[in-house]
């Protein structure tokens, strides 16, 4: 097959050289029937074997080059190509890792927000409950401490009382009972005391 196409690109080139060669005699004023002189076939064989020469020489000192180079540049573009398809392959999952991430970063917005919410509710009830439980018992001591202060007061009261009614009963004694009187109700005071 390589051969093959060798000798199609001779032919080929052979074909558009003695079409070239044809035109070249045309235009420069000889007859269509002086292309085929001798003197211009010999010519135009020379040039045809300095070309198979030239082809051959080519071929056999550079083709292993050269198709190296053509396949390598072949297999270099289609490793290129593999890799960009590799990379966009990548670009794309990372772009749908991104978008996913977007979409996912709405819906954890929402969820830390609706939980940052219940939190807030949660103290905000247990502060208002504490508030409640701490008033009642500001109102339950207050209510000690007023009801004490009022023990006491009634206390001060009562002694202050006993002390006037004393003071009155000894201010009525004193003027109502004699010396005789006084020392018999202390007399009759310490014999019960004794005997009790």
């Not at 208002?128 to 001060?156: G, L, P, V, W």
Request: aromatic share 6%; hydrophobic share 50%.
């Amino acid at each position: 097959m390589k051969r093959t196409v060798f000798f199609a690109v001779l032919l080929t080139a052979l074909a558009i050289s003695a079409v070239a060669y044809a035109n070249a005699a045309a235009e420069g004023g000889h007859a269509t029937h002086a292309l085929f002189t001798a003197e211009n076939v010999k010519n135009y064989g020379l040039r045809i074997v300095n070309f198979i020469l030239f082809a051959a020489l080519l071929y056999k000192l550079g083709g292993a080059k050269i198709k190296e180079f053509f396949v390598g540049r072949r297999d270099g573009i289609k490793q290129e190509l593999d890799d960009l398809q590799a990379r966009q392959a990548d670009a794309e999952k990372k772009l749908k890792e991104v978008e996913s991430g977007i979409a996912n970063m709405a819906q954890e917005k929402q969820e830390i927000l609706a939980q940052a919410k219940a939190q807030g509710e949660a103290i905000k009830d247990a502060i208002i409950a504490k508030a409640h439980k701490d008033a009642e018992a500001m109102k339950d001591q207050a209510k000690r401490t007023a009801s004490n202060e009022a023990q006491a007061a009634i206390n001060t009261i009562r002694a202050e009382m006993a002390d006037m009614v004393v003071a009155a009963a000894e201010k009525i004694v004193a003027e109502k009972l004699s010396a005789e009187d006084h020392d018999k109700l202390v007399d009759d005071y310490l014999t019960k005391v004794v005997l009790n």
